[in-house]
Structures are given as structure tokens and as C-alpha cells.
């Protein structure tokens, strides 16, 4: 059995040749470090997102588990996140899940393509000039999050508020190996956020308008299907996974064409390929470091005996450079035919906000690689997040020439 140290994946800028030994060696392997089994053949880890041996209700077990005093402490924590669409399973992520969908419709993104577009072009006009931009900060987190906070109808202006809050939260949701404060901080960006939707969904039940949280609300009023907590965690939900996984899908795509100038290339001269471009970006370094899921019922796997109530982290980039699905799977390739990578998930889970994290980045890298020529990154060592759900950069320094 090979040693697996949790180094080598969480905040590792490569982490691909330690989770390829560890498919190789002990696909279905139990770590001490992760307190769980480590899943990272694409069948398997397409099991664990499908299959009913698996339920995503993996929070509730743990906060049953907190000593009486420490779940006074994380109280906010404990009640909202829980109620999560991501952390339900079917009747109720099927009731929640209904009521939501109508704010992702193909039409609605649509809609919303020309702004997005624009949006673009706004934010790489306030750099261009420069010849010099942090790329996180000033595009990858500013395009997801100003789109987030217009469909919620909220005001862009509050964005570095709650991505403070939001940073908080994610150092919980990412699975944090390093910062020892997390579930206090956590706690407190839970309860900042709780307390501003609550005030928000006020406004709005006052005021309704055309935007995403007055559709929730008159949802929840016409059929009481949604009880007002339900609606105030799926308002952090959204502007937590609306701009979170994004932000990671722009970094680390530019990343990879930067590193990969011929592809580059090939997306400058057919900005049609962006399509393509993104999907492989997805598999390639995607925003998905890890799904994690409790087994619901004894099973075998590789000889391996899981037991009810064991975590599984189903590892999204080691099954997306599985060579047992994906040819030549450590090639950065944007015209690859076949894609069915891992990273949205699968199943009754498939992710909500996919068409519109597809949407902004099919926007933004054709116009980034033709606006800006000779984009290089101005930093010998890149700094990752702190987690093993996610997987991002927090800094992304470039330097570059105007078209």
C-alpha cells in the first residue's frame, strides 16, 4: 500500500502524479489523515456521486457528534448549512430543487449572456491599460460575483462584505486542513450572512422586484413549500456556490492556457472553440477538489469493505485524468472530443448552477486571450486554497501586453 501523505493534494499546485500513484496502487484506500476512504478510479467515484450507497448528507452526523457546549458555539453553522439543497437527499432536495430550477432555465441564462458579455469587457477595460492585473481579485472573483449579486437583486457593492463572510464559510465547506479557528470563523460568516438575507428577503417580501430571491419568495408564500430558514440558507447557498466555484474555474483555466500556449493560440485564432475550451478546462484542473459522501450501507469495493456511516471523498481530479477513460488524460487538449468529466457532478446532485459557470467563462477566456497578448504570470510559486473540496488559486499575478 502505497504512504499517502494529505500534503500532496491539499494546497498542492500539483497534485495529479500522488492521487495517479494512489489510483494505481490502492484505488479504494483508507486514510487515517482523512478519516476516510479515498476513492480515485472514474467508475468508482462516478458510483459514489450516482449511487444510493452513498448520501450526501454528510453534516448532520458530524454536528450530532459535537459535544452539548460546542454546539451551542457553532449554532448558526449547525441549523443553516445543513439545509443545503447540496446536502439533502430526495423527497426534499427533489422539493428544493424544483422550486429553484426555474432561476437556471437554458432561457434564463440566455438572457443574461449579453450582460454577462458586457461585464467582460468592463472589468479587463479597468486593467488593460495597466499592463498588469491580479487576475483573482480583479476579474475572476469580480465577473462571478457581480453576476451572482444581480440575479439575486442584490447590491454589487456588497460583494467584498460577503465574500469576507463567504471566505469564512469556506474554510468549513472546503475542508480546511490548516487553519485551526475554522469553525469559529465559519460560525461567524454563517451568522453575518444569515442576518443579511434576513433583511434582504424583508426588503423584497415589501418590495418584490424580477429578480431570483422575489421568485423564492413568492415561491415559499403561494405554497409554503419552502420554510422561511430554507429560504434564507438557499440565499447563502447561492451567493456561496455562485461565485466560489467560478472564481476557482477562471483561475485555473487561465492558468493552464497561460501554460499551455498552443492551446492559447488555438482559442485566440477560433474564439468558437471556447466551448470546448471550458469543458476541458473542467477536466484538466477543474474547481473540484473532492466530493465527500457517507456511506448509507455496507458494500464491497476493490475487497474493501465500507461500512455504513464511513466518509467517502470521491477525488474529481483524479477521476478526470483517469487514462482508463480519458485518452493521453494529463494533456491539456481544448479540442477534445470526449469530455465526461466529473466536476459538476452526476445524478439527482448534477449541479444547478453549471449552465450559468459555463455561460461566464465561455464569455470571458476568447476575450481575455484576444484583448491581452503575451499574458504571463509574474510569481514563481503560486499559493493554493487551504482545501481538499475545492481547489483554487488565491493569487493569480499577471503581466501582459495590450492587443
Not at 476516510?36 to 467508475?43: C, E
Amino acid at each position: 500500500m502505497p504512504s499517502f501523505d494529505i500534503k500532496s493534494i491539499s494546497r498542492a499546485e500539483n497534485p495529479f502524479p500522488a492521487l495517479a500513484q494512489l489510483r494505481k496502487q490502492d484505488p479504494v484506500h483508507w486514510s487515517p489523515a482523512f478519516k476516510g476512504w479515498i476513492l480515485t478510479r472514474y467508475d468508482d467515484v462516478r458510483k459514489a456521486l450516482r449511487s444510493p450507497q452513498y448520501s450526501s448528507d454528510r453534516l448532520r452526523p458530524f454536528f450530532e457528534s459535537l459535544p452539548e457546549q460546542k454546539a451551542r458555539e457553532l449554532a448558526d453553522l449547525k441549523h443553516f448549512i445543513p439545509l443545503w439543497l447540496v446536502f439533502h437527499q430526495p423527497p426534499t432536495h427533489t422539493r428544493l430543487r424544483t422550486i429553484m430550477t426555474p432561476g437556471f432555465l437554458p432561457s434564463v441564462i440566455a438572457r443574461m449572456r449579453p450582460k454577462i458579455e458586457a461585464l467582460v469587457d468592463d472589468l479587463i477595460d479597468e486593467f488593460i491599460d495597466r499592463g498588469t492585473v491580479e487576475f483573482i481579485d480583479d476579474f475572476a472573483l469580480r465577473l462571478p460575483g457581480y453576476v451572482i449579486m444581480d440575479l439575486l437583486g442584490v447590491p454589487r457593492s456588497d460583494l467584498p462584505m460577503i465574500k469576507t463572510w463567504s471566505d469564512e464559510l469556506q474554510l468549513f465547506i472546503g475542508g480546511s486542513k490548516v487553519t485551526v479557528d475554522k469553525y469559529a470563523k465559519a460560525q461567524h460568516g454563517t451568522h453575518a450572512m444569515a442576518e443579511y438575507f434576513r433583511e434582504v428577503i424583508r426588503r423584497k417580501r415589501a418590495h418584490p422586484d424580477q429578480d431570483f430571491i422575489s421568485m423564492l419568495i413568492e415561491a415559499r408564500d403561494e405554497t409554503g413549500q419552502m420554510s422561511e430558514d430554507e429560504l434564507i440558507t438557499t440565499c447563502i447557498l447561492l451567493v456561496f456556490g455562485g461565485h466560489e466555484t467560478t472564481t476557482n474555474l477562471l483561475g485555473n483555466g487561465l492558468l493552464a492556457l497561460i501554460r499551455n500556449p498552443g492551446e492559447l493560440e488555438k482559442l485566440r485564432a477560433n474564439p468558437a472553440l471556447a466551448a470546448m475550451a471550458v469543458e476541458e478546462c473542467l477536466r484538466y484542473d477543474g474547481p473540484s477538489g473532492s466530493v465527500v459522501r457517507i456511506v448509507s450501507e455496507d458494500h464491497e469495493l476493490e475487497g474493501k469493505l465500507l461500512r455504513k456511516g464511513d466518509r467517502v471523498f470521491a477525488m474529481i481530479p483524479a477521476a478526470n485524468r483517469d487514462p482508463a477513460q480519458f485518452a493521453n488524460p494529463d494533456k491539456f487538449d481544448i479540442e477534445r472530443s470526449k469530455s465526461a468529466h466529473l466536476t459538476f457532478g452526476q445524478g439527482v446532485h448534477f449541479c444547478l448552477g453549471a449552465p450559468l459557470a459555463r455561460a461566464e467563462a465561455i464569455a470571458a477566456f476568447p476575450k481575455l486571450v484576444s484583448r491581452l497578448h503575451d499574458i504571463h504570470v509574474t510569481t514563481d510559486k503560486l499559493e493554493w486554497r487551504d482545501a481538499t473540496v475545492m481547489r483554487g488559486i488565491t493569487a493569480l499575478p499577471l503581466a501582459f501586453r495590450r492587443a
